[in-house]
């Protein structure tokens, strides 16, 4: 048993957690190749966002593995690390949009 | 970067001995991971064959004037192997015999050899169909001796190939040295402003993209897309085909790999893309590539590996193409290189 949490080598591992539900564990790949694939969006595209949200849910894993997908693409660092910031961007918003919520509660409690 | 090859350096990878005990050990002697001969056998491939000849590849020398650092040739300025115009004059007369329809010259820099222009010329007297030259387009701008080379190039009919790892500066040139971009794009124009390149233009002008990392290239079309775009809007280049290669890891890559510590991760990656439908077009089962001193190989790499046909003809002064395609091919785990996604070979995709 590794003494850490995460473990780089774990990711190579993924595809095993079919072999505890196979059933569940093919239909998430399937599912999970199928949205990676060309479509009205392309996979650059889709790979970009993947990156975005993988720092967003800041899964070590997702970011090792979108970084490399977007190096493979020819995905610029400049390109990611905007992507990134997009994330970012968000997630800030979404913290501070609850801004309006306090000043309502703030309000309406307030005479 | 450094600026000497493996070999000047001493670097104990410049002893092909080395290298294929890394590939066979580690992971693959462990049984981690399965060794190439496994995937083979079981798609009934193994011993590996080669079907008819095509190609006819030449490796003139191992001199560059670039020390790029993913060379799986070890090529550099210092590298005195160069091939004799005896040995050119060998590779000539089986030339002028060979069922192959495509001569292909690579090193180094072919350019470099003393004899190069002398040999391309007698060549294509041969009258063979496709006659390619892989140009690393900064010779062309490395002195004044080479600018003529894409009139050269076209007085010939030469298909061009050229390597350009990326279409941004920052990545070209951390991958193959400082400068490298702005003189490929200088001599990317000129090819362009002989003809070469252009949209219907019968000069052929193909680019080669290696990623510049420990990561393998992705969809070739896609890629050919973004090269086309950014090349046409930022300095109004125009090429035919991106060939989309995947690094093998042998040599001065090999080396880049276990340093930086991604060789385990890399050898999975290779595995886990390995694409049965890929075995059938390898580049050995049309190819017979022949080294500076004449000696013959399944393929380049296999040349840089220092592994020799298994053929009892296994000299261009022995050639005999009947005997020579009679033979197993020689692999190890350096050949998932060329079988990673849609396959690669000097060709780009093969399936
Ligand atoms: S990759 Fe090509 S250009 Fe670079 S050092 Fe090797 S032979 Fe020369
Ligand atoms: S490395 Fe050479 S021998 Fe191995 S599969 Fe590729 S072309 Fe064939």
Redesign the interface.
Known sequence: MANNYYDPADLRKFGKISEWSEELGEKFFDYYGKVFEEGALSAREKSLIALAVAHVVKCPYCIDAYTKDGLQRGITKEEMMEAVHAGAAIESGATLVHGVQMMNKYNKLSM | MATKSLKARHNELAETNKQLDILSGGVFADGELPRFKDKLSNIGQYPLRPKKLEIFQINVGYMCNQVCEHCHVDAGPDRKEIMTKETMQQCLDVISHTGAHTLDLTGGAPEMNPNFRWFVEEAAKVGIKDFIVRSNLTIIMANKKYNDLPDFFKEYNIHVVSSMP???RG?TDKQRGDGVFDKSIQALKKLNEVGYGMPDSPLKLDLV?N?S?A?????QA??ER??KKALKEDFNIEFHNLFAITNLPISRFLDYLIASDNYEDYM?SLV?AYNPAAVANVMCTNTISVSWDGWLFDCDFNQMLGLKVASKVNHIKDYNEEVLNDRNIIISQHCYGCTAGAGSSCQGTVT
């Open positions: 990326h279409y941004t990545k993209y990623p990392g990561f393998l290239p992705s969809d896609a890629m973004d090269f999975y886990e």
